[in-house]
Antibody, heavy 119, light 108 residues
Framework: EVQLVESGGGLVQPGGSLRLSCAAS????????MSWVRQAPGKGLEWVAN????????YYVDSVKGRFTISRDNAKNSLYLQMNSLRAEDTAVYYC????????????WGQGTMVTVSS | EIVLTQSPATLSLSPGERATLSCRAS??????LAWYQQKPGQAPRLLIY???NRATGIPARFSGSGSGTDFTLTISSLEPEDFAVYYC??????????FGQGTKLEIK
C-alpha cells in the first residue's frame, strides 16, 4: 500500500523550532519530487516547499524562505521539514505529499501533523 | 504569483443534480491545473490533473475542462459522498504551486 505518515508536530512557542518527518512506503521514494503543504485551522491549502528526487533543487513559498528547510533521506525513505523562527501564522496541519503526474499535482497525501505556535 | 479564484464560495445542491465549479487564474497556467476533494478531518484527494484527466480510481462522474485561465470541474450526478470542499491548484513554470480558496459543496 502506498502510504505517507507524518510525525513531529506539536505545541511550540513563537520563535521556536520544530522538525517534521514523513515516512514513505509502498513506492520508490527516490523516484519522486516531494512536497509539504499546510492548512491553517478552518482555512484553505497552501503549498510550502518541494524537493527534487536527489535533493539538488528546492523551492519554497515566500513566507517561509530563510526559516524553513526541506530535506530528504532516500536511504530511509523519509522527507523532513525543519522549521525555525516559528510564528503564530505558521499554525497549521502540515501534510507531506508526493508530486506526480508530470509535476502538476499532488497524488498521494499523508494524514497530516498539527503544528501549533503559541505562548 | 498566480492567483486562483474559485466560484461560487458555496454551492447548495441535492443528490442527483449536476454540479459545476469554476476556477479562474490571474494569468495563463496552460493546462497545469488540478482539482482536489477534501472532507472534514481528512487529507485532500486528487481528482483531476492536467485540467481534464481523472486520477487513478476517480469515478467517471467527475470531469474537468478548460485551459489557459478558465477551468471547470463538473460532477454529473451528485452522490451523497460528493458533498465536500473542492480546491483547484496550479503549477507555475518555476515549480511553485498555488491553490484556490475552495468551494464548499453542501446538501440543499
Amino acid at each position: 500500500e502506498v502510504q505517507l505518515v507524518e510525525s513531529g508536530g506539536g505545541l511550540v512557542q513563537p520563535g521556536g523550532s520544530l522538525r517534521l518527518s514523513c515516512a514513505a512506503s509502498g513506492f520508490t521514494f527516490s523516484s519522486y519530487w516531494m512536497s509539504w503543504v499546510r492548512q491553517a485551522p478552518g482555512k484553505g491549502l497552501e503549498w510550502v516547499a518541494n524537493i527534487k528526487q536527489d535533493g539538488s533543487e528546492k523551492y519554497y513559498v515566500d513566507s517561509v524562505k530563510g526559516r524553513f528547510t526541506i530535506s530528504r533521506d532516500n536511504a530511509k525513505n523519509s522527507l523532513y521539514l525543519q522549521m525555525n523562527s516559528l510564528r503564530a501564522e505558521d499554525t497549521a496541519v502540515y501534510y507531506c505529499a508526493r508530486v506526480g503526474y508530470g509535476l502538476v499535482a499532488f497524488d498521494i497525501w499523508g494524514q497530516g501533523t498539527m503544528v501549533t505556535v503559541s505562548s | 504569483e498566480i492567483v486562483l479564484t474559485q466560484s461560487p464560495a458555496t454551492l447548495s445542491l441535492s443528490p442527483g443534480e449536476r454540479a459545476t465549479l469554476s476556477c479562474r487564474a490571474s494569468q495563463s497556467v496552460s493546462s497545469y491545473l488540478a482539482w482536489y476533494q477534501q472532507k472534514p478531518g481528512q487529507a485532500p484527494r486528487l481528482l483531476i490533473y492536467d485540467a481534464s484527466n481523472r486520477a487513478t480510481g476517480i469515478p467517471a462522474r467527475f470531469s474537468g475542462s478548460g485551459s489557459g485561465t478558465d477551468f471547470t470541474l463538473t460532477i454529473s450526478s451528485l452522490e451523497p459522498e460528493d458533498f465536500a470542499v473542492y480546491y483547484c491548484q496550479q503549477r507555475s513554470n518555476w515549480l511553485r504551486y498555488t491553490f484556490g480558496q475552495g468551494t464548499k459543496l453542501e446538501i440543499k
